[in-house]
């Protein structure tokens, strides 16, 4: 089982991650190990890799699920304070403060 979620991740783009994270959280269903997953596979692609939409749709399902990764939300907030959050428009930037604010990241 391990080896196909590991192929699975290997194809896994920054769309469909954010996808599946926000759906996860649109369930309400909480799996910290895929959660843990996604998270390492979003920090080892890179925040350049994502969207403004696929960052805010990726911490909005972290936040709603209650799920705290420090190095994601590092390398996301550093990704948007380097870009001044360029191509984010204000529904996008409310997401993603309320999502740091809710997970208590500083």
């Not at 369930?27 to 403004?52: I, N």
């Not at 001044?84 to 740091?100: A, D, P, Q, V, Y």
């Amino acid at each position: 089982a391990v080896d196909v979620q590991d192929r699975a991740m290997a194809d896994c783009c920054p769309q469909a991650a954010a996808n599946i994270v926000w759906s996860f959280a649109k369930q309400g269903h909480r799996s910290d190990h895929m959660l843990c997953r996604f998270s390492q596979h979003a920090v080892s692609a890179g925040a350049q890799e994502f969207k403004p939409m696929e960052i805010s749709s990726m911490l909005w399902g972290l936040a709603a699920l209650d799920y705290y990764d420090v190095e994601l939300c590092d390398c996301f907030q550093e990704f948007l304070l380097e870009t001044e959050f360029e191509g984010c428009n204000m529904k996008k930037i409310s997401l993603i403060c309320w999502s740091f604010a809710k997970l208590k990241h500083p």
